[in-house]
């Protein structure tokens, strides 16, 4: 039913998750199944696509909100303890928002409203989010597009051993932990004191 729907309107299906996408985001602040959807539903490459512009765009009005209304709060809550990075942010803000992006470490609804203490651009939140967090989105969305194409694959539920057997499952699953042993390194270089 669901490759039926894509056949025929595809157009709709793209807006609407696209717009659920950016509200989930702004409303919860939370992403993690967002991008296995995107893969399963519309593929690796146009399920990535959508999941980054969608998540970009949900977390710039997350942090817009955060910045307008909250602001107060959020340097109450986190300025203590996220000072030091203010430097680094003022050093070069694009290049540090887009690292800060890519390797994470911080739960997806935080790292969105905690640029607020930085007085990040919206421009250069934006950008860095969509090309910051496109690695690792790509990972999941791959993954997602893998099990989409298993299940068609297979008239009975697959196995997890058949899934795990899978070049489309276990290749995101070690791009995965590549991505988290790197982004792991470099989140103690750049979160040192």
Known sequence: QLNILKENNLILLISIFFLLTVLWVTLLGVGSPIALLGGFIFGKWIGTILVVLGLSTGATLLYILANYFFKDLIKEKFSKKFFKLNEKFKKNEFSFFLIYRFIGGIPFGIANILPVLFNVKIKNYFFGSLIGMTPQLFIGTSLGAGIEKIINLNEDPPSQLTLLNSKD????????????????LLRKKFYKN
């Open 169 to 184: 499952i276990y290749i995101p699953i070690i791009g995965f932990i590549f991505f988290m042993v790197l982004a792991y």
